[in-house]
C-alpha cells in the first residue's frame, strides 16, 4: 500500500521560517519513494529510508518573501504558501504564557490594532504523550484584528517589539500548558537522571501504563457525563425559593480552599443575598464578578443575567431594571475541569452598581456541590501527573525545525519545589539545546509580585523561586525579566502583558541579537560591612543607579537587614553612586540584607538608567523553607 506524502502540521500556508540558518524541512512517504523540495530558488531531492521517512536541509535564507514551499514525490505535490523567511521564536509555559490577548490590559484596543501581517503565531493544541510524538496539531495564522485575539498575550506583545525594532516578519509558536511542572516539558532522557522520578518513568514504560489510561479515560468520560447531567440547573437551583438551609459557607471572592472544595474539579453552585434601597429600584445595573475559575452561568432572582466560558475573562453582565427588588439572590453555577477553581477575582471588583453607587457583594457566600471529582475516584491524568509528557507532545515534534530562542514562563508551580527548580531549570535548558544542536538564546519572565504584602520581612517560597532563576543566569545567551512591579495581589494572571512583552524584547535585542542596550536591571555583586551600614555594588547599572519614582533623595525600598540571629527588619537604603547603602538602628552589627525578598515586593524601586528593575536578591546562604 503506498503511503501519502505528508509533513507535520507546522509546515504549512503562512508559516514563518529561521532566517540565515539552515532550513530543515521533513516528512513521510513511501518506502524509496524519491522526495523533491522546492522554496524560492532552492531545491533539494532526497529518497525515503526503509520506514518511509525523509528529510532535507535547504541553505540559509535571508528575510523576506513571499514564497512558495513545493514538496513532491512520484504520485502527490504538496504545496503552501505566503512562507515568510524571519525570526521564529518559542514561547512556552505555563498559564501566563497561554494568557490570551483578548484578556490583557485594553485588550479591545489592542486587538483593533493587531493588524501585522509579516507577525504569525502558530498555536499548539494542548496534548500529552508518554512517548514522544512526531508531530502535533494547529495552524498559523496571520496576525490581524479577526485573528489576535487567541493569540498568546505575552508571545504577541515579544513578537510585536522585536517586528518594529528589526522589521523583519516574526514567527512565534505559543506551546504551553497552564498550571503544569516544569518536569513535564523536560525529555525523558534528561528526566531520569533525576533519581527522584524513577519510578515514574518506569510506570510510564510499563504496560501497566496503558491500563491505567484506560481506567482514567474511563472514569473521565463517567465524570465528564455527570457534569452534563448535573441536579443544579435540572431542579432549578437558580430559583429564590430554592431551601439553602443545608448549603455551606464559602468566603467570596477566593479560590476554592476549604476541606470539601480544595483539589477537586466538577460544579458548584454559589448563592449570596443582598439588599439595595428602594430609590435604586427601576433602573440598569452592572454586575461585576470579577475572575472565574473556570465556565459560570449566573443568575440574580431566578433571572439569568449572563455566562461566561474561561478562567481569564472578566465577568460584567448587565442588569435589566425590571430584574431588581429590594431584597435579592444571586445565583452562580461555577464549572470547574482542571486545577483551582472559584471566583476568585479582587474583591473591589466583585460588586453590583447601580447608577454609580457600589454595593459590595464580597461576603460568606454559601455553597452547594453538585458533581465532584472525588464522588467517581477521578484524579486527572494530567500534564503534571507524570514527568515528559507534555516534551514528548508539545516540544519533540518541534525539534530541528529553525529558530532563533525560546521565551519561557513559568515557575508558580514549582515555587513549594524552589530549591529543586535550581537543578531542574538549567537541565531543562540544557535538554532542548541539545536537542536542537545548538546554544540558542532562552529568555524567561521571573515571577511577579503575587498575594498579600507582608507586615514584616519573612521566608518566602516564591522569593526563592525567583532566586533560583537568577541563579540559572549563569548559563550563557540566557535572560530575564523582572516584574515585581506589575504583578497584581490577588490575580496571579496579571493583566499588564504589555510591559512583559517589552522587557522580553529589550533582553533579546542583548542576548540574542547583540544591540547595545540594557537587557536587564541591576544585579548584585557584593557587599561590605562598615559599621552599622552594609555597602552594596551591583553590575549592569549603564549610566547610574536611580530609583523608578525617582524620589529626590534617592531612597530605596524594599530592603531588609539581619544580624547574627538571622531576624530580618525593614531597613533604610539610599543611593551613593552607583552603590546602595542600607541600614537600620534596630540591626547595630549587620551580617546580611535581603532586597525584594517576599511573595509581593510590590513597591522595590531600584532600576539602572535604562528604568529596569533590579531582581530581588539575598546576600546570605542561609537555609531556605524549600531546601528539603
Known amino acids: 500500500m503506498m503511503a501519502q506524502l505528508s509533513v507535520p502540521s507546522f509546515f504549512s500556508d503562512h508559516m514563518v521560517l529561521q532566517r540565515e540558518k539552515p532550513i530543515n524541512i521533513w516528512g513521510t512517504a513511501s518506502a524509496g519513494e524519491r522526495i523533491s523540495v522546492t522554496l524560492g530558488n532552492a531545491q533539494k531531492s532526497t529518497r525515503t529510508d526503509k520506514n518511509g521517512k525523509w528529510s532535507v536541509s ?39 504564557m497561554e494568557f490570551r490577548l483578548r484578556s490583557a490590559n485594553h485588550a479591545t484596543e489592542e486587538v483593533a490594532a493587531a493588524n501585522y501581517p509579516q507577525i504569525r503565531s502558530f498555536n499548539v493544541i494542548q496534548e500529552m504523550g508518554h512517548t514522544p510524538k512526531a508531530d502535533l496539531k494547529g495552524k498559523w495564522e496571520v496576525c490581524s484584528p479577526a485573528s489576535a485575539s487567541d493569540f498568546s498575550a505575552v508571545g504577541y506583545f515579544f513578537a510585536r517589539e522585536l517586528y518594529q525594532k528589526l522589521n523583519i516578519p516574526i514567527g512565534f509558536i505559543n506551546s504551553s500548558w497552564g498550571g503544569t511542572d516544569i518536569e513535564t516539558w523536560m525529555s525523558m532522557e534528561v528526566i531520569e537522571h533525576f533519581p527522584k522520578y524513577e519510578k515514574s518513568l518506569a510506570r510510564m514504560r510499563s504496560s501497566e ?48 480552599s476549604n476541606e470539601e472544595l480544595s483539589g477537586i474539579d466538577g460544579v458548584v453552585w454559589f448563592t449570596y443575598q443582598f439588599s439595595i434601597p428602594a430609590n435604586c429600584l427601576g433602573q440598569d445595573a452592572e454586575l461585576s464578578l470579577g475572575t472565574i475559575d473556570d465556565d459560570d452561568i449566573t443568575w440574580i432572582n431566578g433571572h439569568e443575567v449572563g455566562r461566561t466560558i474561561g478562567y481569564d475573562l472578566k465577568r460584567l453582565y448587565k442588569i435589566p431594571a425590571e430584574v431588581l427588588k429590594e431584597q435579592n439572590t444571586i445565583t452562580i453555577k461555577i464549572s470547574d475541569y482542571r486545577g483551582g477553581g472559584g471566583l476568585y477575582g479582587p474583591k473591589d471588583e466583585v460588586y453590583l452598581k447601580v447608577n454609580n453607587r457600589i454595593f459590595p457583594l ?14 467517581y475516584d477521578y484524579v486527572e491524568y494530567g500534564p503534571n501527573a507524570f514527568p515528559s509528557l507534555l516534551f514528548n507532545a508539545m516540544i519533540h515534534p518541534l525539534v530541528g525545525l529553525g529558530m532563533k530562542g525560546v521565551i519561557w514562563y513559568q515557575g508558580e508551580n514549582n515555587a513549594g519545589r524552589a530549591y529543586q527548580y535550581r537543578t531542574l531549570f538549567p537541565a531543562m535548558i540544557n535538554d532542548w ?48 525579566a523582572v516584574i515585581t512591579d506589575i504583578g497584581e495581589a490577588f490575580d496571579i494572571h496579571p493583566k499588564n502583558k504589555q510591559e512583559v512583552g517589552k522587557r522580553l524584547a529589550k ?109 530581588p536578591f539575598r546576600t546570605d546562604q542561609w537555609k531556605g523553607i524549600t531546601e528539603k
Open 209 to 256: 501504563f496503558e491500563e491505567y489510561i484506560k481506567h482514567s479515560d474511563k472514569v473521565k468520560k463517567e465524570f465528564e457525563q455527570a457534569i452534563i447531567n448535573e441536579p443544579g440547573e435540572k431542579e432549578k437551583w437558580y430559583l429564590e425559593n430554592t431551601s439553602t438551609e443545608n448549603w455551606k459557607e464559602h468566603i467570596v471572592p477566593s479560590l476554592w
Open 433 to 480: 539545546r541539545q536537542q536542537w544542536g545548538y546554544e540558542f538564546p532562552f529568555l524567561w519572565v521571573q515571577l511577579a509580585n503575587f498575594m498579600a504584602v507582608e507586615d514584616q520581612p519573612k521566608d518566602s517560597d516564591w522569593a526563592e523561586l525567583r532566586e533560583a532563576q537568577n541563579m540559572t543566569l549563569s548559563l550563557p545567551k540566557t535572560g530575564q
Open 362 to 375: 464580597c461576603d460568606n457566600w454559601k455553597y452547594k456541590v453538585a458533581v465532584s471529582s472525588a464522588q
Open 58 to 96: 535547504l541553505p540559509p535564507m535571508q528575510a523576506g518573501g513571499p514564497y512558495t514551499l513545493n514538496m513532491k514525490s512520484p504520485k502527490q505535490t504538496l504545496s503552501f504558501t505566503d512562507i515568510l523567511i524571519g525570526e521564529v521564536w518559542i514561547c512556552s509555559g505555563q498559564s501566563n
Open 507 to 615: 533582553a533579546a535585542l542583548q542576548v540574542a541579537y547583540g544591540q547595545p542596550v540594557l537587557g536587564e536591571g541591576p544585579v548584585y555583586k557584593s557587599m561590605k560591612v562598615e559599621g552599622e551600614k552594609v555597602i552594596l555594588t551591583f553590575g549592569n547599572v549603564g549610566d547610574g543607579l536611580t530609583t523608578s519614582d525617582r524620589n529626590r533623595y534617592g531612597y530605596v525600598n524594599g530592603f531588609s537587614i539581619a544580624g547574627a540571629d538571622r531576624k530580618f527588619v525593614w531597613a533604610k537604603a539610599y543611593i551613593d553612586g552607583n552603590k546602595v547603602v542600607v541600614f537600620s538602628e534596630k540591626v547595630p552589627n549587620p551580617v546580611a540584607v535581603r532586597y525584594g525578598w517576599s511573595n509581593n515586593p510590590y513597591d522595590d524601586n531600584l532600576v539602572n538608567s535604562a528604568g529596569l528593575l533590579a531582581s
